[in-house]
């Protein structure tokens, strides 16, 4: 069946360099791509999402990028902090009506002091 | 706004014992919800789409005798795990959409621990 994958299963930065998340998908007729962060013992949380009708979305501190040619997606994280320390998983909604989500296997991101 | 909250967060149950998590969006009616499994390190993995008033929709392979999910108001969903194993052991997530207006948004519950002993 369709899937998301990830590339890296961990991702280890200094406290105040970027962070770059990616992600593959299989789906080409998605439409729609989420980035989320999920924290220890906690629910997943919306960072950012993207539409299939562009390549870049922008919010605070993190920009998303979208290359359909190549079916990959990533997560920027600008002047990462010790609070984005958490797994990171990329999401794709499926085209029927149905709405689900497909989710990646994650990445974890660790931020040195 | 958007809150989605589950109870309990952790439960603990004896092998052979039912156990119901109850998932509720507190500020918002959802039309749907969905459930979620997910095992340590791993993805989150649909369980079914629950839909307020009607049966739920199980994915492949999740045994609907044994999740029993009840979507009886547009704030409330439950999932009853039936005859629990070890193997039950896990964590349990539900998520909530705001409305046909904006199906792609989900919202995320705190999430369930249970643990079968």
């Known amino acids: 069946g369709e899937s998301v994958g990830l590339h890296l299963p961990t991702l280890s930065v200094q406290e105040g360099d970027n962070s770059i998340i990616n992600c593959a998908y299989s789906n080409s007729a998605s439409d729609y791509f989420i980035w989320y962060k999920q924290e220890s013992g906690k629910g997943p949380q919306f960072i950012i999402d993207?539409?299939?009708?562009?390549d870049k979305r922008q919010g605070q501190r993190v920009t998303v990028l979208l290359n359909k040619t190549v079916k990959h997606l990533s997560l920027q994280i600008a002047a990462t902090q010790p609070g984005d320390s958490a797994v990171y998983f990329c999401a794709e909604i499926g085209m029927d009506s149905s709405y689900k989500l497909i989710f990646g296997s994650g990445t974890r991101l660790l931020v040195r002091p | 706004g958007a809150v989605v909250s589950q109870h309990p967060s952790r439960v603990i149950c004896k092998s052979g014992t039912s156990v119901k998590i109850e998932c509720r969006s507190l500020d918002f009616q959802a039309t749907t919800m969905f459930w979620y499994r997910q095992f340590p390190k791993k993805s989150l993995m649909l369980m079914a789409t629950?839909?307020?008033?009607?049966?739920?929709?199980?994915e492949q392979g999740v045994e609907k005798d044994k999740f029993l999910i009840n979507h009886a108001s547009l704030t409330l969903s439950t999932l009853t795990v039936t005859s629990a194993h070890p193997e039950d052991s896990s964590f349990y997530i539900c998520?909530?959409?705001?409305?046909?207006?904006?199906?792609?948004?989900?919202?995320f519950g705190p999430g369930t621990r249970l643990t079968v002993t």
């Open positions: 998520s909530a959409t705001v409305g046909r207006q904006r199906p792609y948004e989900q919202y």
């Open positions: 993207i539409r299939s009708n562009m």
């Open positions: 629950s839909n307020e008033g009607s049966k739920a929709t199980y």
